[in-house]
């Protein structure tokens, strides 16, 4: 905000600075840097004395040689805020003080303006008051009347810091409508900002145009807070054109404007409505359309920050609205009153891509103004922006107690979203917010320091966490592999997914050859992005002997039936790799040697693609020869003392073949697309930290690993051994699931550490903590398991195909672990169509009669989320289809379940009311049951009381009333 709309008005009148305060003031610098350039000369010292010492091994202790300690961090800080080794006149023309201690009467917590207010009686010099807090530690009340400073990304600041100004502690703060008589006093309030003529602007349409053309709800690019943008017509193409007009709201203290605020009287409700589960906010039924409104662009001094929730409650007190909604498209800067206001919960499920809306959507109700959600502190650093690490993100961003202020997201190549069978789309990732809320760093996590809670990451930076969850997932390492071997083809290395983004027809025609490399179901969503792309015949399709990918043999045997050719990858593993002499217009050219599968070594085993330890399924046999030019020893031990855990390597030496074995093909791209694996990498990092490794992370059932502060969940993570078998690889289950489960044991583990909790959110929670411990002495199967973290979800996979015929399997996490066309082993049936409209449908139904798993593959638009919905129901859900299809009613399975009395199955909002009429019978069954026991227990009490006449009254009258009310219940 501009220095000139200060509040007090005799500070536009102060008198001139005389020289020697310029002098002061030019001295206090000086010595100012003259500190800090100190500071790095010491600590520069103190890295090359640490790097001489002859002893030193390990790179951490020459890090710890140089780096502050915590207390001399907060040490420092302390001595900058109280003016520590500064004269008199110097600490004179400091303008702020540090609160170090504050104590507040049980009850009175609500007066600590009160007492900040005579603080700074105190000091009637001081302009601002300052208060530092732990991370970890819970907010006191008087901070919610303070402004939180947001810390710098990747800051090792162990505290949090808060902001007060003499100013807002003012009583006199009015609300009223904006008129265009105040147009000089917005005018003066805006000035200096970037975006002042478009807050003009956009205050002038609001006070003078009733009719005009402002935006709705379902605008993008709408300006918001401070960084209003202008309209576009592009941006009202899916928003409501019936604009009503719009109304201006001025906030005042002491007859200056501080605040303005301009609203949209019409609000496109049917968009709102498909793209955001609002329901859970309240009721739409009840709602006139004019109970609507929307901010369109907010401006408020910074200093009375904490008067957001009067503003907007005044303002809908004054327009009449019921709701007040903002929102917020991708890559805007988020205005402060966020947090003041509740977002809304994205819609995984649109009826119709028009009604698709690409932007964060928050509301302000009264419940908001009376209603404050717990700030949360603590650093949480997520590790990959896979499916579950979103999940989680999500949820802990959705939490309806807790609020997180501080959620970093580490995203290496930025946040990457795709493919058939995705569950979060680019629209989905917009509605979530996560510019907003979240810091995201280009960064992989490459080191982890356990004792100081720090990670390394690849840009040669630190970041400090409290909780940390890894949820990077596996992924195709085959890139990496040859990227290891040759360096200077990393340019010309691509997935699938970057491959469908980036590559063109343009490209097709400037390359000669495209390599893919792998047999996954990745491949062959890569061979029909290039053949749709016009590069068919440009393609080498290669995949190392044994790496498969078990899901590839159910498309072959669904493409048998059906009739479809597939193209076979040549059984050929790459041996060395090195840039090509021959000139290319578009970059490198990479020359690989390939070398037959036909003339392997005798006796040399394929790696076959079992299910390995833990039934992953996908490539998980013994691990594979190291890689080109890697010197290292393939094994490594963890705390298990296991041995084989390195991730697969594409690159294999080379046996005693003879020389008409190996080929050399030309590569102006490569794309990898071998059975995914954990990177290499990751693995060294978590090995080195003492995690319990076992071919995935190890974790308990509230995805915890043998570090209580780090998670782990996604395809990385499996859940422990001591739950059956040789344990339960989590990427058989669905992550999106899988992350709103972490995130609910997240928010459990920071609700159930009563020291940094308030006591009335902790009540209850440690019991529970108890009865899960309890449960899970007794529960050693993976049933229970799964009951118990209600991991019910279907998951789905699958690619496109030469054709453009879509390939979906849909099971449960027995099916996704031992993927067939067959019942599984303990009966159940099979119920299977073939047409040339549905293509190859099939449902398998185990021995409950519930569904098992889904195969499909045809050309018809089919959303896979709607499949995996259907994973789990009883077969009386589908409309009795085994008795329909046993009766010869059923022609076309897919038709069928997309007839119009299925829509309901796959509603967002079905599994909740699934579950209530779930817990609704049972309720009514255990009310029997219990209604028996209360007249039991009554009689005793009767006869009791009957028998025992010096009983007190009160014990009379209670028991009277008891058996009134089991009778009344009765």
Known sequence: MNSNNNLNSSNNNAPIISEADQAAEADLRAKEDRIIAERRAKEEEALLEAMRLEDVEDEAVVASAAVPTDDEIKQEMLDLFAGASRSAAEKSRCTAFLVTTICMKAGQEHRSSELLAAAFDSFPQ??????????????????????????????????????????????????????????????????????????????????????????????????????????????????????????????????????????????????????????????????????????????????????????????????????????????????????????????????????????????????????????????????????????????????????????????????????????????????????????????????????????????????????????AGVQDQSRYALVDACPEIAGILVTDLELAANFTKEDALTMNNILVYGNSLQSYNALYVLESRGATNKISFVASPGEDDVFVRILKDAADIVGIELPEPSRESVTNIVPSSESSPIGIVAAVTLLSAAVRGEGEEERGGGTGEGGDGKGGGPPPPPPLNDNTANTTTNNNNNTNNSPNSPLSPPPPPTSSSFREIAADLIVGCAPPSVGRHLFECLNDSSLVFDERLVVDARFRTNDPSIFAAGSIAKFSRRYGGTGLPMQNFNSREVGIQTAASIVQSLLANSSTTPSNIVTGIQEQSERHDLLLSKKQYAAALRQMVSLSIGKVVGCTVTGGHVFLFAGKAEAMAAPSLTPPPDGGRCLRTVTSKGGFFQIVLDSKREVHAIVYLGRSALTPMRLGTLIGLHESYLNRIQERYDAGEIEDLLGFITEPWAEILYHDQFPDLRKELVAAAVLQVAGLDDEEERRKKNSKLNKNNNSNNNGKKSTTKMTAAAAAAAATAG
């Open 126 to 471: 001081k302009e601002h008051c300052l208060l530092m807090l732990p991370h970890g530690a819970v907010e006191a009340p008087v901070m919610q009347e303070m402004i939180h400073l947001p810390s710098v990304p990747g800051s090792l600041q162990p505290n949090v810091l808060f902001l007060l100004s003499k100013d807002s502690l003012t009583k006199d703060f009015s609300v009223e409508l904006g008129s265009i008589k105040q147009l000089a006093a917005v005018e003066a309030l805006v000035r200096g900002l970037p975006n002042a003529a478009d807050i003009l602007d956009s205050f002038m349409n609001a006070v003078c145009a009733p009719s005009s053309s402002g935006t709705s709800a379902g605008e993008e690019g709408r300006g918001g807070g401070r960084k209003a943008k202008p309209t576009t017509p592009e941006m009202l193409s899916t928003a409501n054109q019936s604009n009503q007009g719009g109304a201006a709201i001025l906030a005042l203290s002491k007859g200056e404007v501080v605040g303005v605020l301009t609203v949209n009287l019409s609000v496109d409700t049917e968009l709102l409505m498909a793209n955001f589960r609002l329901s859970q906010h309240f009721d739409l039924d009840f709602l006139t359309l004019d109970a609507h409104g929307e901010i369109d662009m907010i401006c408020l001094n910074p200093i009375f920050e904490n008067r957001f929730r009067i503003f907007l409650t005044a303002a809908q007190r004054l327009l009449r609205k019921k709701v007040l909604y903002y929102a917020l498209p991708p890559s805007q800067p988020p205005p402060p009153l966020l947090e003041v206001m509740t977002q809304a919960a994205p819609r995984h499920r649109i009826a119709a891509d028009r009604f698709q809306a690409e932007f964060a959507l928050y509301l302000f109700t009264r419940r908001s103004a009376f209603r404050r959600r717990v700030m949360v502190n603590n650093h949480v650093v997520v590790v990959g922006a896979s499916e579950c690490g979103l999940a989680v993100l999500e949820s802990l961003l959705l939490d309806d107690q807790l609020q997180f202020n501080h959620l970093t997201l580490l995203a290496p190549g930025g946040i990457k979203v795709g493919g058939v069978a995705c569950q979060y789309s680019a629209a989905i990732v917009a509605k979530m917010g996560l510019d907003a809320r979240v810091t995201l760093l280009d960064a992989e996590m490459v080191g982890l320091n356990r004792e100081r809670c720090l990670l390394d990451l690849s840009d040669d930076s630190q970041i400090a966490y409290d909780i940390l969850l890894v949820a």
